[in-house]
């Protein structure tokens, strides 16, 4: 990955490379997010026809706005959350993942961090 700031890239690419080629169409991905980066390739892994359902992601990637992004490509989102004031919905109720943690049944002999929920998050049409 390169910036996507154009100020903070070393070097641009070369203009006279032929645009049809793979290493144009990776130098093009370079200076794009990570973010859009991994959307092009969860639309890819649908347009070869990969029998994925679902998409594993760590905290960073699970941002509310990117997960309906994903859904709308089709595919359901597994992920740990981050900790911070987003709202996703639980059983009905808009709360924070504090809120969560805490209104969650702990297991004996578990992390009281170790636990899942389903939850769903909206955008800005429901």
């Known amino acids: 990955m390169s910036s996507s700031d154009k100020e903070n890239r ?7 490379t032929d645009k049809r080629t793979c ?14 980066v991994a959307l ?7 347009k070869f026809g990969v029998p994925a359902k679902h998409v594993l992601f760590d905290s960073w990637f699970t ?8 859904r709308d490509i089709g595919f359901h989102v ?6 911070s004031k987003t709202y996703y919905w639980l059983n009905g109720k808009a709360l924070t993942i504090g809120q969560i943690y805490s209104q969650s049944k702990r297991r004996r002999g ?3 961090y ?6 769903a ?4 049409d429901g």
């Open 23 to 36: 290493g144009a169409r990776a130098k093009k991905e370079t200076v794009m997010t990570a973010l859009e």
């Open 63 to 70: 941002h509310p706005a990117f997960v309906i992004s994903i």
């Open 40 to 46: 092009r390739m969860l639309r890819d892994t649908m």
């Open 110 to 112: 578990r992390s009281k």
């Open 121 to 124: 998050v909206k955008n800005k």
């Open 10 to 16: 070393y070097r641009e690419a070369d203009s006279q």
């Open 78 to 83: 597994i992920g740990r959350l981050k900790n």
């Open 114 to 119: 170790l636990l899942s929920a389903v939850v």
